[in-house]
């Protein structure tokens, strides 16, 4: 629907189809809107389900979760600490939030809490904080879950849903138990998309775009952290060892500015050079990723394998070609 509507404007047909004024809707206030929504967070949790004994460090960013992450957390029995619930209109993310994890991990170390919880300016994003201090990121969530829904044969398809951005890791730690990885372009919308194509019920991003389809249809920060807290409560474990369940690939991150965005086809050796780079670490279940920004004017290279120093090798040669080539 965002494509259609994109092609609509950016084609200019939208001039075509505007309604006359009778035909354009009403908007409509929902009073209780708050209560509802405390409702339906809860809702995703088991009946009689309680967070008593849990302490919980939350930075809400000061964002849309201000007030409803701490009702349903402390409704639940937890112990909280909140902080970026002062909004004024213009403090969302600035310096809070899972845009500045750091701050919930220091919060958590101070507290001596048991979790941390940063949410994004919008909500629909999460970050956690396991009780050492250590940030646990989409990627390592997804990896928590995942094995827990597959361990209570709730998993469709016994597929996750994830984008390029993702670990590798997680592909290797799934396929020991009989799970799946399915890859999208970068964009939570790209994830939901494949979801609602395959019937995939669980997807999400790196960034913490977490989708829990069996509870609602796009990502929601709280109900995505309400998931982790469960998991710790049932099985009486903390977050530091339910995150390790996994075995993350080493991953180098590259970023290259650039004056322009020339087809990486048309650089000198640069393909060469990253084919070489893909026949050295595919063997050990690694990839090469590279690939304009969106946003920004940066060439991304992501490189994932086994061995770190194969990894700095080709990011520094491939990284070299591009600057020389195009870069600011």
Known sequence: IEAEIED???????????????AIGKAVRIDDALGRYIEFAKASLPRRFTLEGLRIVLDCGHGASYKSSPCVLRELGAEVFVYGNAPDGTNINKECGSMYPES???????????????????????LLCDEKGNLIDGDDIMAIATLDMLSQGALQQRTLVTTVMSNAGLDASLQKVGGKVIRTQVG?????????????????????????????????????????LRIMKTRQVVLSKLAACWSRFPQRVTNIRV?????????????DLVSQAEEAVKCDGGRVLLRYSGTEPKARLLMEGRDAATLDHWSRRIAEVIRSSIGM
């Open 8 to 22: 609509l404007v950016f084609g200019g047909d939208i001039e075509m189809i505007r309604p006359a004024a009778g």
């Open 104 to 126: 919930m991990c220091q919060k958590v170390r101070e507290h001596r809490a048991d979790v941390g919880i940063a949410h994004d300016g919008d909500a629909d994003r999460v």
């Open 188 to 228: 939570d919308k790209y994830v939901i998309d494949e979801m609602r194509r395959g019937g995939y019920n669980f997807g999400g991003e790196q960034s913490g775009h977490l989708i829990f389809g069996d509870y609602g249809t796009t990502g929601d920060g709280l109900v995505a952290a309400l998931q982790i």
């Open 259 to 271: 004056r322009e965005k020339r087809p990486f086809e048309e650089m000198s050796g640069l393909m």
